[in-house]
């Protein structure tokens, strides 16, 4: 017998990524068919302390599918860490009578959806939305695959301009603890090198790779490097590098909040309608405290739990080989 379950709400926290609109949507949509009444919670948790709590149509997510971004917006919360902030919260939640909440983001996101659920009872479902792609239980994140694109687009103009001036550039990507953007980036790009937080690379070894280029007539190289690497940023890595090794130019380009933003990809439309679809129907049969993910072709629930403490993604032993062979 199905929960019931009259009023739902959804929310944005935490770093933006692409493809959350189109979950926004299939969240808004699913709700409404099956009956249910659905709100969005402007910017975040802060959203739900500040009761900036909007009720929502199927009209009001029309033409958004295509959208970077967020259009709840979203907010980093100190306050609803805080005994005092959470209590706000939910007695907001409570005097509308929400009975679930879908929560879209990253492991912050998560971690306050948890303590939500295990205060006060609230029935959560997370939806994994980063571009990091480090939760354990979903082999993807909204925003992974749109932001690999951009990364790629952006260092298909820069070898353009590295092949035309003899030029070595590091290119640094988002990935503080997660090597995951990096490493697909340098496959997909032809990257003559990557350095990832989970990989202990010496410069000896960059270098050395470097010097195998130059030896074989390469007219230019490109380094990418994940901003956690334990050498430093790309300025660090590409100073030391040009102090052992000039034969070319050296340049470097931060790609930054450039990875955030953006028409999410097909992949990330769809994986979002999907996750979304889900969502609401894990609320629907009284499920909480769960993330829904995409694990092969399926969607998978996962304790929230689990999606924080568990080891989010081992990186592909053929892709960190192919780095080398690859790039000869």
């Not at 979203?74 to 805080?82: N, P």
Request: net charge neutral.
């Amino acid at each position: 017998m199905r929960p019931n379950i009259k009023n739902i709400a959804v929310l944005t926290s935490g770093g933006d990524a692409p493809g959350m609109n189109a979950c926004i949507r299939a969240v808004v949509r699913t709700g409404i068919y099956n009956g249910v009444n659905v709100f969005g919670v402007l910017q975040g948790y802060q959203g739900l302390i500040n009761d900036n709590i909007i009720p929502m149509d199927a009209r009001s997510v029309s033409n958004i599918i295509h959208l970077g971004g967020t259009i709840l917006k979203t907010a980093r919360c100190l306050e609803f860490k805080t005994d005092e902030g959470m209590e706000i919260a939910f007695r907001n939640l409570k005097s509308r009578e929400i009975d679930g909440l879908v929560v879209i983001g990253g492991d912050g996101t998560f971690t306050g959806a948890q303590k939500l659920g295990e205060k006060y009872g609230v029935q959560v479902i997370g939806v994994p939305g980063t571009i990091d792609n480090d939760l354990y239980g979903s082999d993807f994140t909204l925003g992974y695959d749109t932001a690999i694109n951009t990364v790629i687009d952006a260092i298909d103009k820069i070898r353009d301009t590295a092949d035309s001036h003899d030029r070595l550039f590091f290119i640094e990507v988002m990935g503080r603890d997660s090597g995951c953007i990096a490493l697909r980036s340098a496959i997909a790009s032809g990257a003559e090198a990557v350095l990832l937080p989970e990989k202990a690379t010496s410069l000896n070894e960059l270098i050395a790779q470097l010097e195998t280029g130059a030896s074989t007539k390469k007219s230019s190289s490109i380094v990418i490097v994940s901003e956690g690497h334990k050498h430093g940023g790309a300025y660090d890595i590409a100073k030391k590098v040009k102090e052992r090794f000039n034969h070319y130019d050296t340049k470097v380009t931060i790609l930054g909040h450039l990875q955030r933003g953006g028409s999410p990809s097909s992949f990330d439309r769809i994986l979002a309608s999907r996750l979304g679809f889900a969502a609401v129907n894990e609320l629907l049969k009284g499920n909480t405290m769960q993330m829904v993910g995409l694990r092969g072709n399926e969607i998978k629930t996962t304790s929230i739990e689990e999606a924080l403490t568990k080891h989010a993604f081992k990186l592909e032993s053929d892709l960190l080989e192919m780095t080398k062979v690859l790039s000869i």
